[in-house]
């Protein structure tokens, strides 16, 4: 299932500069390139945290670092505030091959992103 999420609460702030998703190959031991469409897959990663305090308590949450994926190339750097376009998550949940005990987790994808 994918869900939208609406970033207008939150502030985002790039912590590593983008980089194209990559993986081993099983059988090679090659390291290759995620591909969506015959497009590379970009990674952002950003600090995610709520924009204002809590208006009962006037603490900040906690954020998190989260992984964003997109085709379209992002033309920011690490240090930078951003949005996404069309940021949805999803979850997963896979057998891990080597002990046999499930994964799980979310995944985030964007079509877009832009430095503020």
Same mark, same amino acid.
């Not at 996404?84 to 997963?92: K, Y």
């Given at each position: 299932? !994918? ?7 939150? !502030? ?14 099983a059988?090679?031991?090659?390291? !290759?390139?995620? !591909? ?12 995610? +945290? ?9 603490? +900040?949450? +906690? ?14 750097? #690490?240090?930078?505030?951003? #949005? ?9 949940e896979? +057998? ?21």
């Amino acid at each position: 299932m !994918k869900l939208a999420i609406d970033t207008r609460p939150y !502030k985002f702030r790039v912590s590593e500069d983008p980089e194209v998703k990559t993986f081993v190959d099983a059988e090679t031991g090659e390291v !290759k390139e995620v !591909k969506r469409d015959g497009k590379p897959v970009w990674v952002v990663t950003v600090f995610m +945290k709520l924009a204002d305090a809590d208006p009962e308590t006037g603490r +900040k949450a +906690k954020g998190a670092e989260i992984k964003v994926s997109m085709t379209s190339i992002p033309e920011v750097e #690490d240090g930078q505030l951003v #949005d996404f376009g069309n940021l949805q998550a999803s979850e997963w949940e896979f +057998k891990d091959k080597t002990t046999g005990e499930p994964r799980h987790g979310l995944s985030f994808k964007a079509s877009s992103v832009a430095a503020l």
